[in-house]
């Protein structure tokens, strides 16, 4: 995975909004990642850490009220500071995106081969008749049985798990080099569940391109990522690769997310808890973010902030416990 | 095993739905004959996927929807048969904890207004009702100063708490749990489910969990009723039909549940299509159409009940004199 180029690099993406009382509350603060060509990268964290704010600032679809610093390379080139007309170039046509809930992304009174032609209109120079046959196309490729029919259809006729596979056949219109997919498959149902996640890897497979992916369900990322970054309050606390972080996790956050999922505590009577509440942003207490719900918190994890710091076996990791010289700074530890 | 504290039998759920002024309407079978015991003190969970009518069910239970036909035994009286008014006083044995906390909060009202709400329904006197309100809060994990809050001052976790404790304020026998930990985050959500079962230990009620969440399900269970299209069609004890479930259905949902584990390589049942709509239910048995393992007979026969070492199942492949 080393060796291929990367076709997103993200450096110091800090995002804020400006609430009612104009006071700017961070969100995302200051996080670095790549993704690399062909690889899936997994976005793990629970409601209000940033993920999905982080994607929608990569895209920039956030409103006028969240602002966005950094860096934010795509296929080499600076992304942050193009024109809204160049944005909109390579939006739906190099980089695509499918959300959660497809029924709100989908317009309801337009039919579904006018939606998936119109990016195919957009970023193509295909005549009415070719995109109706690509539209067509694309809507068998992702699994659609009488695509044909579909065509007219609109988004209120079809099921949950039809209207996502609209959303991906809309993303792929163009071949995009990178997917980003926030929490594609929450609203659906198991089965459902498993057929989506199939499909986005299918498309990974034979097109080659890259997918970012954004979810809460860690077994979601154990079947579909290579990599995975763990977010929690606006920061990355922990990064590697998929098997290394869900073998020999390393920030006690990470820990307790993996020993709360239910499935794996088979014959446990009770579910080990991390207790307290997600802080939201404005509320990010001082020093580590997790240090109040930590259960290996020192006295150094309230006063200081730990930085991303670099492990032997290559994964990242926020957290003082790992920091080679809080030993001496962090004495009261027994 | 103990005492049966709730029989179900033949429970049926119709809803009309109006083609036009003039135009007979057709019904939406969501719930179409159910048979179930719960025993005192277990947990029954009731799992499928959205719009299988595991909800309509738990409703139909208590009540909050009336059922089109079939009996619903608790301790022996059925409660479909009752009066508001018998019913009403039967609501404090009988309780309810919903999905989404928020929506089911009045937004108005204080935490300590809203505890009382059922109290106040049931008549407890104004002197009690305190002081079961302040011990009930610390019950599941709030404090006193947290009463005289409003529900939009807290976190989905701690709602939820607020929900569960209105549940129980007037220490019911039996709960139905409606997807009580689907919309939280999954570090709170294991808060819950402990405080579910803690709550169980120390006031030995009876639980009937409805969730969509195999993963969930399997931890809190004692015993699982799988339900498709508004049929139960496999129903076990938690270990059996986890480790060798009968139904094809259910043996695709479990092998559909993503696991943590990146080296675990099992296999994988992908069903074909979507849900069918309960409007118009496929004939002979509801899943055929999604079948792999689908015959012939199950196009037109509608499988019966088969017990294999106390699991029920319904499906052909388990019947005595197979047709290949």
């Given at each position: 995975?080393?060796?291929?180029p ?10 804020q909004?400006?609430n ?5 509350v ?24 940033g ?14 009220n ?18 809204e007309?160049?944005?909109?170039k ?28 119109e ?34 259809e ?31 498959t ?34 979601v ?33 990470t ?38 719900r ?41 | 095993?103990?005492?049966?504290i ?8 119709h ?8 135009q007979?309407p ?8 159910i ?21 309509t069910t738990?409703?139909?239970l ?5 059922p ?34 928020f ?11 809203i ?16 002081q ?7 019950i ?8 005289d ?6 976190s989905?976790?701690q ?9 129980i ?41 409805i969730?969509?969440d ?7 269970s ?6 498709y ?77 088969t ?6 199942v ?11």
């Open positions: 995975m080393n060796g291929r990367s076709v997103l690099e993200v450096n110091g993406l800090t995002t909004f400006s009612r009382q104009n006071r700017a961070t969100v995302v603060d200051g996080v670095d990642f790549t993704v690399k060509k062909g690889e899936t990268l997994g976005i793990v964290g629970e409601s209000g850490c993920k999905s704010v982080t994607s929608l600032s990569i895209m920039r679809l956030l409103g006028k969240g602002a966005v610093s950094g860096s934010v390379r795509f296929e080499g080139q600076e992304t942050l500071h193009l024109s007309a160049e944005m909109r390579l939006r739906g046509n190099r980089m695509a995106m499918i959300f959660q809930e497809p029924m709100t992304s989908l317009n309801p009174v337009l039919t579904i081969g006018r939606q998936i032609g990016v195919l209109h957009l970023h193509t120079s295909l005549g009415p008749e070719a995109r109706k046959q690509r539209v067509i196309e694309l809507l068998t490729l992702v699994g659609i049985p009488r695509a044909k029919d579909i065509y007219a609109y988004p209120h006729r079809l099921s949950g798990g039809m209207r996502q596979r609209v959303m991906i056949a809309m993303a792929m219109a163009c071949q995009p080099q990178l997917l980003i997919a926030d929490e594609p929450t609203a659906l149902d198991v089965t459902i569940q498993a057929q989506m996640l199939g499909l986005i890897r299918e498309m990974r497979d034979n097109t080659g391109m890259s997918v970012m992916l954004i979810t809460h369900d860690l077994g990322v154990a079947e579909m990522c290579d990599r995975v970054l763990v977010m929690y309050a606006g920061q990355v606390i922990e990064s590697a690769d998929v098997r290394t972080l869900l073998r020999a996790p390393k920030h006690p956050y820990m307790g997310l993996i020993r709360s999922v239910p499935h794996r505590a088979k014959g446990v009577k009770r579910l080990y808890a991390i207790p307290g509440n997600v802080p939201s942003p404005g509320e990010w207490p001082q020093g580590c973010r997790f240090a109040p930590c259960s290996e918190a020192m006295p150094i994890c309230q006063q200081q902030s730990p930085n991303l710091l670099k492990m032997a076996d290559g994964s990242e990791c926020r957290c003082w416990l790992h920091a080679p010289d809080a030993g001496t700074e962090g004495s009261e530890r027994t | 095993m103990s005492q049966p709730l029989e179900v039998k033949g429970l049926k759920k809803f009309a739905s109006k083609k036009g002024w003039f007979p057709s019904y939406v079978q969501a719930v179409n004959g048979d179930l015991t719960v025993y005192e003190g277990e947990t029954l969970s009731i799992v499928g996927e959205s719009g299988c009518g595991k909800s738990g409703r139909c208590l009540r909050l929807l009336e089109t036909a079939g009996e619903v035994r608790y301790r022996g009286q059925d409660l479909t048969k009752l009066s508001g008014k018998e019913m009403r006083a039967m609501r404090s044995e009988l309780q309810i904890v919903f999905q989404d906390p929506a089911t909060l009045n937004p108005k009202l204080t935490i300590r207004r505890l009382e709400e059922p109290l106040i329904a049931q008549k407890v006197p104004k002197e009690k009702r305190t079961i309100i302040e011990e009930t809060i610390q599941v994990g709030l404090t006193l100063a947290h009463l809050r409003y529900p939009h001052q807290f989905g976790g709602r939820q708490r607020i929900g569960i404790a209105r549940a304020m007037l220490r019911p026998q039996l709960i139905v749990a409606d997807e009580p930990v689907s919309a939280l985050d999954v570090s709170i959500q294991s808060q819950i489910l402990n405080l579910l079962q803690d709550l169980q230990e120390q006031f030995g009620m009876t639980y009937i969990f969730s969509h195999l993963g969930v399900v399997e931890h809190i004692d015993r699982v009723a799988v339900m299209l508004g049929e139960i069609v496999e129903l076990g004890r938690k270990e059996e039909l986890f480790q060798s479930p009968l139904h094809p259905y259910t043996r695709a949902l479990i092998s559909a549940i993503p696991v943590t584990d990146p080296d675990e390589k099992k296999e994988r049942i992908i069903l074909q299509g979507d849900l069918p709509s309960p409007a118009n239910p496929p004939s002979g048995c509801r899943f055929h159409p999604r079948c792999h393992a689908c015959m012939d007979i199950c196009k037109t026969e509608v499988p019966k009940e017990f294999i070492a106390g699991q029920m319904r499906c052909h492949l388990y019947d005595e004199k197979k047709e290949r």
